[in-house]
């Protein structure tokens, strides 16, 4: 189907039809018709395109004469019909991805599923008049080239055809950008452990009604991991069935909603270590690193299924004064704990 697998006012869908042979005739048939739905005069080429009017299951066949026996149909595509186009997918990459800082550049890139549209970026319901750009008819980049304290917040993009200006697509889902001036103290920040394969992420400010955001840095760089505005002056940041994949060094910024819209700076990095839990692997051990201070948890273990293991050793004592307690199992499969950067466990 071109350009889309879909009908939709002001969209001209077409059906092609591919053969192996020169000068045959195609025949376009629809689930439940009894008819073939167009039957075109013998083409010199190998294919021949039907105009699509109507959802529902097609597919195509072909014969070498007007009289000739027709071919085995071909697979089925099902074509829908949409009150409105689907919506774009709207990206942003690199730097576009961290917490931001007054004056950085962002650019954020609209992708819609067929070429040849008109594009708008939205923060909430105002339209966003910005520079734009594009390399390719399904894509157009936004450039906000110097964001300020106030432009942080939800961004979304649509679409519309060019016969069709009042049809506009769905909403894309939302990309959320999160400015810092760092001028507000930085948030504290401590792991807590959770029955299972779980650990809790606790980030604690000094106002309320603030908005959050877990930052996770690895080897792809530094992004904002998620947000969350709870209504006090803390944000539980949750990471479940924890594996490989979550080793990275986390922190969190919080920034004020109210203007002047002031930001944080970032807490105290954490380092989630993980070893062995990967593609199917029973053993192994999480660890997170922090800097040195008070006693924050102790190590707990976990079964391979994800289980809680009871902790079966006193405390261990760690330079800095942290404090870990080690625990063994019957799958002596998971070891996890607190332990000081400058230390080894």
């Given at each position: 189907m071109a350009p889309v697998s879909w009908i939709t006012p002001g969209l001209k869908t077409t059906a092609v039809c591919r053969g192996v042979l020169r000068g045959v005739t195609f025949l376009l048939r629809r689930e439940g018709d009894h008819e073939f739905l167009e039957v075109p005069e013998a083409q010199e080429d190998v294919e021949a395109t039907f105009p699509v009017h109507q959802p529902g299951n097609y597919s195509c066949s072909y014969r070498t004469d007007g009289e000739g026996a027709l071919s085995e149909p071909s697979a089925t595509v099902t074509i829908e019909e949409l009150a409105a186009p689907p919506p774009p997918v709207l990206m942003h990459h690199g730097e576009s991805s961290q917490v931001l800082h007054p004056g950085n550049k962002v650019t954020l890139t609209c992708v819609a599923p067929l070429s040849g549209v008109d594009f708008q970026l939205r923060r909430g319901e105002k339209e966003l008049l910005v520079p734009r750009s594009?390399?390719?008819?399904?894509?157009?980049?936004?450039?906000?080239?110097?964001?300020?304290?106030?432009?942080?917040?939800?961004?979304?993009?649509?679409?519309?055809?060019?016969?069709?200006?009042?049809?506009?697509?769905?909403?894309?889902?939302?990309?959320?950008?999160?400015?810092?001036?760092?001028?507000?103290?930085?948030?504290?920040?401590?792991?807590?452990?959770?029955?299972?394969?779980?650990?809790?992420?606790?980030?604690?400010?000094?106002?309320?009604?603030?908005?959050?955001?877990?930052?996770?840095?690895?080897?792809?760089?530094?992004?904002?991991?998620?947000?969350?505005?709870?209504?006090?002056?803390?944000?539980?940041?949750?990471?479940?069935?924890?594996?490989?994949?979550?080793?990275?060094?986390y922190s969190c910024v919080y920034v004020d909603l109210k203007p002047p819209f002031g930001g944080s700076a970032p807490s105290e990095r954490l380092e989630l270590h993980v070893d062995g839990e990967l593609a199917g692997h029973q053993r192994g051990r999480a660890r997170v690193q922090c800097p040195s201070g008070p006693p924050v948890f102790p190590l707990f273990p976990w079964a391979s299924d994800g289980g809680a293991l009871g902790l079966g050793s006193a405390p261990i004592a760690y330079p800095g004064g942290e404090q870990a307690i080690g625990g063994r199992g019957s799958g002596d499969a998971w070891n996890f704990g607190l332990f000081p950067t400058d230390a080894s466990p």
């Open positions: 594009s390399t390719s008819p399904d894509r157009i980049f936004f450039h906000l080239n110097a964001v300020a304290l106030g432009d942080g917040g939800h961004y979304t993009c649509r679409y519309r055809l060019h016969d069709n200006q009042n049809g506009w697509s769905g909403d894309s889902a939302p990309v959320e950008l999160i400015l810092s001036d760092e001028t507000l103290p930085a948030p504290e920040f401590s792991p807590e452990p959770e029955s299972g394969r779980a650990l809790r992420l606790r980030c604690l400010a000094p106002l309320e009604g603030a908005r959050f955001a877990l930052v996770r840095e690895d080897r792809g760089g530094r992004r904002v991991h998620r947000f969350q505005s709870p209504a006090g002056t803390e944000a539980l940041f949750e990471l479940h069935n924890i594996s490989v994949a979550d080793s990275a060094n």
